[in-house]
């Protein structure tokens, strides 16, 4: 696989740190594995810190991969945009090992970016993430009409919903009665 | 193993496409006025909101409006436009709220035509029918700990009777100890000795102890007592008329079989109060204390006046 390798960011170092002398047991080194999104960039990321994401956590505790191994086999989650990927990713070295605050300030307030964020966190099942994500959704339409909330949203009315249903209906009757006459057609 | 994750699909980035139960979980952290506008956006989005409860501190509801209040500061204010619009919102905000407290301020001739269960911790009913209280009642779902029923602004038709079948209730589903239910009566009421005489007829069967304040009766638990206390102590020397005109408050309470009479909490204040809070105040942690000792000893009626209590009295067993 071609990918571009990117470190972890500074909050997470790759290289685990020294005990201090006066410590009793040795620590263990940290483990790290490895994922990429729909763009192939490759991200380094630790055990500690993919333990926020049930579901990664939940693949990678039977595994018992060495480094080599753990770098051979990236995660691949093709469903999840780079920058969003990115984003998750460097949220979850953040918070490694740290009590999560009751607001992240960090979260991106752009629409599309938020909503694609919502979908990956709750794909990858990062319980505290999601509920920030989710307040920071419904931070959008605080103050809002029904109609502002509908233009934000892209909320069809229910006579848009109407519509497109009987719409969907008429097209698949078609298509029920193409397949029909091209079977009849099979017979002859 | 991580090879079928790339065969899932790409997501989209609208509102539209997020999941049901993600957009649930965005719609519980919204605040009030928002659900309400998600609601009128189309019908699937209503169908969510209303599916979700919300925590309303306090509401209160008229046939022409309502307020709510939530914590830690949201509040909320609405005038109907009509009957219908009323009884439509009402059961709305009742079918998705959970209160602490409730209160309803129904006045004659208006009907409200509850059809959604009510889940609240303390009920108001301030000068509503009969019709009302019953209804709200039997849409009340568990976990009550208060009911307060405030007829004193004109409304005047509950039946003793159907209070006295509290007592019933209590004996038939054997209530915990410390359940209370308290009222008073006005000038309009009937009179405190009316209440006595139908209380004693209710349970002539039951009667433990009748000391004229304090009435026991025994239940179908052997560890539990009912006790119906009367509050104020007037004596009225056969005058009718003055005991017509006094307020008088009552309490009934489920106690230990084993209390002794030496251990009835005498400060009657306290719960009075909590009924009355306009005329009547809780002195009870002032170390002087004297309304309650007083209020225990009154003489005659003359001696209530602007809730200033005589102190030169002596014990009343009359009711």
Redesign the interface.
């Known amino acids: 696989m071609s990918s571009t390798e990117q470190g972890t960011s500074s909050a997470a170092p790759a290289e685990p740190t020294t005990a201090p002398e006066s410590a009793a047991a040795p620590e263990v080194p940290e483990s790290f594995y490895y994922v990429h999104g729909k763009d192939k960039v490759v991200h380094k990321v630790s055990a500690g810190a993919l333990q926020h994401s049930a579901l990664i956590h939940g693949m990678i505790s039977n595994l018992g991969y060495t480094e080599e191994q753990a770098k051979a086999n990236p995660f691949p989650f093709e469903n999840i945009d780079g920058d969003i990927l990115q984003m998750v990713v460097d949220w979850c070295n953040q918070h490694k090992g740290k009590p999560t605050p009751p607001e992240d300030t960090n979260l991106p307030k752009q629409k599309e970016k938020l909503f694609d964020l919502v979908l990956a966190v709750n794909y990858l099942e990062i319980k505290e993430l999601l509920t920030y994500c989710c307040k920071q959704v419904a931070m959008m339409v605080k103050g809002k009409s029904p109609e502002e909330i509908r233009e934000i949203w892209m909320i069809p009315t229910d006579a848009e919903d109407e519509a497109a249903e009987k719409e969907a209906k008429k097209r698949a009757g078609k298509e029920a009665a193409g397949e029909t006459a091209a079977a009849a057609g099979d017979a002859k | 193993?991580?090879?079928n994750?790339?065969n899932?699909?790409?997501?989209n980035?609208?509102?539209?496409?997020?999941?049901k139960e993600?957009k649930l979980?965005?719609?519980?952290?919204?605040?009030f006025?928002?659900r309400l506008?998600?609601r009128?956006?189309?019908?699937?989005?209503r169908s969510l909101v209303d599916s979700q409860k919300i925590k309303i501190f306090c509401g209160r509801f008229y046939m022409s409006h309502f307020q709510l209040n939530f914590l830690p500061i949201e509040s909320m204010f609405r005038s109907f436009k009509n009957s219908d619009e009323a009884v439509e919102f009402t059961n709305y905000i009742l079918k998705i709220g959970v209160f602490r407290f409730i209160d309803f301020h129904y006045h004659d001739l208006e009907a409200m035509n509850f059809t959604e269960q009510i889940s609240a911790e303390c009920i108001s009913f301030h000068s509503s029918e009969n019709k009302t209280v019953v209804d709200v009642l039997q849409k009340l779902k568990a976990g009550v700990k208060s009911i307060m029923i405030n007829a004193k602004e004109g409304i005047n038709d509950y039946a003793f009777d159907e209070i006295l079948a509290i007592s019933h209730m209590w004996i038939n589903e054997d209530s915990e100890i410390g359940t209370i239910f308290q009222l008073s009566r006005t000038y309009q009421g009937p009179r405190p000795s009316e209440f006595q005489r139908i209380f004693l007829e209710h349970f002539t069967d039951h009667i433990v102890s009748n000391t004229g304040k304090r009435i026991r009766i025994r239940t179908n638990n052997p560890d539990h007592h009912i006790l119906l206390e009367r509050g104020l102590d007037y004596n009225f020397d056969d005058d009718d008329e003055r005991e017509v005109c006094c307020d008088q408050f009552f309490r009934l309470i489920v106690i230990s079989a084993e209390m002794k009479e030496s251990e009835y909490d005498d400060k009657c204040m306290k719960w009075i109060c909590v009924i009355d809070s306009e005329n009547y105040s809780d002195y009870d942690d002032d170390p002087d204390a004297y309304v309650n000792e007083y209020l225990e000893n009154i003489e005659n009626d003359d001696q209530v006046e602007n809730g200033e209590l005589n102190p030169n009295v002596e014990d009343d067993d009359d009711w």
């Open positions: 193993m991580t090879e994750l790339s899932d699909p790409i997501y980035t609208n509102w539209c496409d997020v999941p993600i979980k965005c719609i519980k952290t919204m605040e006025k928002e506008s998600l009128c956006t189309a019908k699937t989005e």
